[in-house]
Nanobody, 120 residues
Framework: QVQLVESGGGPVLTGGSLRLSCALP????????MGWFRRPPGKERERVAT???????TYADFAKGRFTISQDNAKNTLYLQMNSLKPEDTAMYYC???????????????WGQGTQVTVS
C-alpha cells in the first residue's frame, strides 16, 4: 500500500506561517507529478499547488505570492510553505502524486491522509 504522510498542520493565527511536509515512497517521488490540495469545511476539494517532473510549479490564484511548493530530493519530501495565512485558508490539506501525463492533468491516484490547518 502506497503511503504518503503529511505533517506540519495545526492552529495558527491570522498572518502566521506554517510549513507542511509530505513524505513519499521513493518510487512514487521520482519523476512524478506531486501536489498539494485542500478541502475547506463544507466545500469541495481544490488544488493549491502542483509541481511536475521538471520541478515546474503551478499555483492556485489564492496561493500565489503566499504559498511556495518545494521539494527535498534527498528526503523524498514535498513541502508547502504557507505565509500570511488567512481564516479562509482553514482546511484539511492533502498531498497527492501520480505519473505525469504527456498532456493534461495527472489522475492523482495517490493521496495522503491529510493534515488540518486552522487559521483564527
Amino acid at each position: 500500500q502506497v503511503q504518503l504522510v503529511e505533517s506540519g498542520g495545526g492552529p495558527v493565527l491570522t498572518g502566521g506561517s506554517l510549513r507542511l511536509s509530505c513524505a513519499l515512497p521513493e518510487d512514487l517521488y521520482r519523476s512524478n507529478c506531486m501536489g498539494w490540495f485542500r478541502r475547506p469545511p463544507g466545500k469541495e476539494r481544490e488544488r493549491v499547488a502542483t509541481v511536475d517532473r521538471n520541478g515546474i510549479a503551478t499555483y492556485a490564484d489564492f496561493a500565489k505570492g503566499r504559498f511556495t511548493i518545494s521539494q527535498d530530493n534527498a528526503k523524498n519530501t514535498l513541502y508547502l510553505q504557507m505565509n500570511s495565512l488567512k481564516p479562509e485558508d482553514t482546511a484539511m490539506y492533502y498531498c497527492a502524486a501520480d505519473s505525469c501525463p504527456d498532456s493534461g492533468d495527472p489522475e492523482w491516484s495517490y493521496w495522503g491522509q491529510g493534515t488540518q490547518v486552522t487559521v483564527s
